[in-house]
């Protein structure tokens, strides 16, 4: 089980939350729809975003406390 951050933006609202899943998309699918169906997400109201979207986006949350290695490109530092 990993630990996951969605957030998502639909039809002028926003939603930000935490949910563990298995790393796999009909398990992260699965797992959603339950989020989403035990109606305990709380929906802000968005004025930003346009009313006839939707952007579903959810990266893993990890609590690594080694540090973040990077590189330079082009005059640019990135993590690897």
Known sequence: MKNFRVQIR??????????????????????????????????EKDGFSDLSKLWLT???????????QTKEVLGVRVAV
Request: charged share 40%.
């Open 10 to 43: 639909a039809y002028g609202y926003y939603a930000d939350f935490n949910m563990k899943s298995v790393d796999e998309s009909k398990a992260f699918e699965k797992t959603l729809l339950d989020k989403l169906g035990q109606k305990d997400i709380k929906w």
């Open 58 to 68: 959810y990266e893993e949350v990890t609590n690594d406390r080694r540090p973040l």
